[in-house]
C-alpha cells in the first residue's frame, strides 16, 4: 500500500510560481515511476509531468519549459515547480506513483491563478 500527499496549491498571481510537494509513505526509488496530473473543473484529467526512477523527464508540452518535475530519494518526495504561471493552469493537481503495477493516487492540491 502507498500513500501520497500534495501541499503546496494555493492562490496566485499570473506569472508567479508555486512549488507543489507529494510525500510518499514509502521509498520512492522502488516505484517505477511518478508523476502530476492535473484537472480542471468539467474536465478530465490530464498528465503534467513525469520522472522515472532513473531520473528522466517528460513534460506536457502545454508545461514545458515552465514547470520542472524533481524527486528526493531521501525524503520519499516528489516536486512540482511551476513558474510562469497562467489562468488555464488552475486545476487540481494529482500525484502519482506507479509500483508493481499499480497506480496510486493522492488526494490533490488546488492551484488558482488569477488573471
Known amino acids: 500500500q502507498v500513500q501520497l500527499v500534495e501541499s503546496g496549491g494555493g492562490l496566485v498571481q499570473t506569472g508567479g510560481s508555486l512549488r507543489l510537494s507529494c510525500a510518499a509513505s514509502?521509498?520512492?526509488?522502488?516505484?517505477?515511476?511518478m508523476g502530476w496530473y492535473r484537472q480542471a473543473p468539467g474536465n478530465q484529467r490530464k498528465w503534467v509531468a513525469g520522472?522515472?526512477?532513473?531520473?528522466?523527464?517528460n513534460y506536457a508540452d502545454s508545461v514545458k519549459g515552465r514547470f520542472t518535475i524533481s524527486k528526493d530519494n531521501a525524503n520519499n518526495t516528489v516536486y512540482l515547480q511551476m513558474n510562469s504561471l497562467k489562468p488555464e493552469d488552475t486545476a487540481t493537481y494529482y500525484c502519482n506513483a506507479l509500483y508493481i503495477g499499480i497506480d496510486y493516487w493522492g488526494k490533490g492540491t488546488l492551484v488558482t491563478v488569477s488573471s
Open positions: 520522472i522515472i526512477n532513473g531520473g528522466n523527464t
Open positions: 514509502r521509498s520512492i526509488f522502488s516505484f517505477n515511476k
